[in-house]
C-alpha cells in the first residue's frame, strides 16, 4: 500500500490566507502613510533648524552678518523678496558681507544650500523671506519676531511644527495639534 501525500494548498485555503493579508495591509498601510507625512515634517524642521543654527555661529565666527533666505525655485541661487513667505522651494545660508540681508550680492559667499521640501509639506513664515543675524549672533531689531510653520497637507493630529527665533537669537521649537 502506497502513501500519497498531497503538497501545496486548496482553493479554501487560498483564499482564507489573502483575506486575511489584505485585512493586515488594510490596517498597517494607512498608519504607515501617516508616519510618513510625520517624519518629512520632523526633517524640515531639522533642517530648517540647523540652518538657522548654522548662519547664526557663523556670523558670531566670522564677525559678519550673515542671512537664511528663501529661494525662488529649488534649483536657483536667488532669494525672495518682499513679503513672500513661502520657504518650501528650499533656502540658502550666505556670508552678507554687503550687509543688504536678502540680496546675494557679489561679494557675498554662499555657505549652505537646503533642497526644496517633499511633496505636501509647506514652511511658512509671517511674511519674511529673509532671516538675517548680526556679527553679535542676534537678529537685528525688528525681526525677533520671526516664526516658522512647518506642516503636511494632509496635516492630522500632532503633525504641525513651529520654529521661532527670540530675541536673544535663539530657536525653539513646538509641535503642534493641526488647525
Same mark, same amino acid.
Given at each position: ?47 530648517? +533648524? ?30 525672495r /523678496? ?10 540658502l ?18 555657505l ?17 523671506? +529673509?532671516?538675517?543675524?548680526? #556679527? ?6 525688528? #525681526? ?9 497637507? #494632509?496635516? /492630522? ?5 513651529? +520654529? ?15 488647525p
Amino acid at each position: 500500500m502506497s502513501k500519497h501525500y498531497q503538497y501545496g494548498f486548496n482553493v479554501l485555503e487560498l483564499m482564507v490566507g489573502i483575506a486575511v493579508l489584505g485585512i493586515l495591509l488594510g490596517l498597517g498601510v494607512p498608519s504607515f502613510t501617516q508616519i510618513i507625512r510625520d517624519n518629512r515634517v520632523v526633517a524640515d524642521t531639522n533642517e530648517l +533648524v540647523v540652518a538657522l543654527s548654522f548662519a547664526r555661529s557663523e556670523a558670531v565666527k566670522r564677525g559678519l552678518p550673515t542671512a537664511v533666505c528663501a529661494r525662488t525655485a529649488p534649483t536657483t541661487d536667488v532669494c525672495r /523678496t518682499g513679503t513672500e513667505n513661502d520657504w518650501s522651494s528650499g533656502w540658502l545660508v550666505f556670508a552678507d558681507m554687503a550687509g543688504t540681508a536678502g540680496v546675494i550680492d557679489v561679494g557675498d559667499e554662499i555657505l549652505q544650500r537646503f533642497d526644496a521640501a517633499p511633496a505636501g509639506v509647506t514652511i511658512l513664515t509671517n511674511d519674511r523671506p +529673509v532671516v538675517g543675524f548680526a #556679527a553679535t549672533g542676534l537678529p537685528p531689531t525688528g #525681526a525677533i519676531d520671526t516664526t516658522f510653520t512647518i506642516r503636511h497637507a #494632509a496635516c /492630522t493630529g500632532n503633525n504641525l511644527r513651529t +520654529v521661532r527665533i527670540s530675541a536673544t537669537g535663539r530657536l525653539n521649537t513646538n509641535r503642534r495639534a493641526c488647525p
